[in-house]
């Protein structure tokens, strides 16, 4: 792999913007160490939407609720010039997903019920950009999301998971509501409903993949479908939307023709696709109804896509299947024509990066969505995109003809969502660095000049002592270069030795980079250096790089990562007495790992891991069923499964392990991780806590409940302190 640091971009330009932009800060000694609860301050920019003319920025402004259990979302509005500060646009508290009219005169977005009305589903309204009170377009139940503008503005599709049984008992009620009936049968006087129209909580389970992380237990009766609704004159009543695809599979991402005279979307139409390798199809119906047809058929993955201005192509991420599966493959960038028996053809094959990927956080907005779309310019010579390399990730204008990457921002920073004007004239950008969190900026694509229009937590941040990481690389234990950071306290002393805590990202085809990431800020300000690498198997470093562990993960990742503290420990950073380590996911697992294979940490915390491979063969909400991670079943291969979990080798462990779970978690299910550690070091007379975490998913750290978000940061702290600097604490003692 060559020197990663020649991939340093030269930043001068964006830096003396960002310096010119940047608020009055405080002297250093009237700044304070950042907390774990200055979590419930922070606001997060979400999916920004520059107006057609490129004039005004609505954005998702995201906050913590009253309560402190959950978050808020309403739509903000800001002219692109920052010429006046943002202003609330729409009231709350559950508004996202903002799309503009082509005429600019009105904006389509969700609003979601409150907690009591769930089951109803979000549904989509409409607001004049004059101002006023915001107006239902859609009431079906089970709700619609995703709405997108036919080219006239005069009709909107959208997708709900509505089905026959739905709609019939729902024009039944509004009959009912219409009539205004007044008396009631014996049966509705006493409640009672008949047998059709009980729906029984039962599950049947017929398919492997039959729950999902965040989203429950899924319901193959209720599947995704395209619809479209009608936009009324201002004051007009809404009409009822209209179905247009229907059957049991799911279909969604509606695109429209430039005409406007047909609606392209995606399927895969495999009730069961786990058994093959990915097929993405794009199928494309008349906007009035009628038999979809099949565009083209990807042999690969394919995920985001986007038609040209003519009509004539498609552009989209994803990835050829490769000859034998693997268990990381780098998102490149295709285009395709509509026209029959087209190819692909891959515009970043020689790009050693990935093509809309973000970098690990645990500060990217937790609701209301970070896109980073596909889009064309106007003359379809060049497609926006976002490009992630080395921990850094920027926008770039790539040229179709050549595939030849023209970078539009550098530096430091990841460009966590963006949206470009109708014409490509200027683009809005939430940008985040170690020290900024999701501030707004305008683009303008032909000066490339950067407007800064929000800064959301300036008040905040200017308070607080935040400093950036610092980039280093090693050679690991096979020569091989391995890229890291460190963040070391505000006031770190050179002359002193600290209490590290190594921190190790999940995936594992993920990687750490140039964002903010508040739980190394606050762990630093507690006085730990803490160092998180990429190690082998870290996406953005190339496909050679990200696979070199297929079959053998966990492995010499872990080698790579205790290169890393043995490098801190030899600069005189780290106090090789007072190690600690911690990750989530893939993370957990290493970390479940690294203290089967030594003794030298004082103290660990595996969230959200494995300990048995052959149980989370069996339980994770996706399957196992393409041979990208393993060589087959756990029956078929009972040795490799055991060899590679941590379980095999408890009797090892020595170091105190702390163990989080979230109870939720269908990604990492607890039983197939902590649950089996926790159990075993008991039995062993170990050092050993559970903390659970009600009601929370594998998204714990990143979007769970405020609460829990800031008591995971102070346990595995309180872990941390314990052992490694002797701090007195009875939390985790047995009553």
Known sequence: MPSILRYRRAAAVLFALLALAAPRTLPAADKRPIAETDLFKFVWTADPRISPDGRQVVYVRVTVNEKKEGYDTALWIVPADGSSPARPFTSGPHDASPRWSPDGSRIAFVRAPEKDKEKEGPQIHLISTRGGEAVALTGLPKGAANPVWSPDGRTIAFESTANEKDLKK??????????????????????EKSDEDRESDVRVITRAVYRFNGGGYGDTSRPDHIWSVAVPEDGAKALEPKQLTSGELNEGDPVWSPDGTLLYFGSIRLKEPYYEAPQGSLFVIPAVGGEPRQVYKFNGQADDYSLSPDGRWVAQTGFINPDKPRSYEETDLFVIGTAAGSEPRNLTASYDGEINEGIGSDQHPPRGGSPTPIVWSRDGRSLYVNTSEQGRANLARIDVATGAIHPLTHGDQEVVSYSVSADGSRIALVLSTPTVLDDLYSLDTASGKLTLIVRPNQELFSHLELTPPEEITYKSFDGKEIHAFVQKPADFDPKKKYPLILNIHGGPHSAYGYTFFHEMQWMAAKGYVVIYPNPRGSSQYGEDFGNVIQYEFPGDDAKDLLAGVDEMVKRGVADPKRLGVTGGSGGGILTNWIVTQTDRFAAAAAQRSIASWSDFWYTADFSQFRFGWFRGAPWEDPQDFARRSPI?????????????????DYRTPPGAGGEQMFRALKYLKKPVVMVRFPGESHELSRSGQPWHRIERLRHILAWMDKYLQGKKTDAYDVP
């Open 170 to 191: 729902w024009r039944a009620q509004k009959e009912k509501e219409a009539k205004e009936t007044k008396d009631k049968s014996a049966k509705d006087e006493k409640g």
């Open 648 to 664: 095999t080798y408890a009797g090892k462990i020595t170091t105190p392990l702390m163990l989080i779970e979230g109870e939720a």
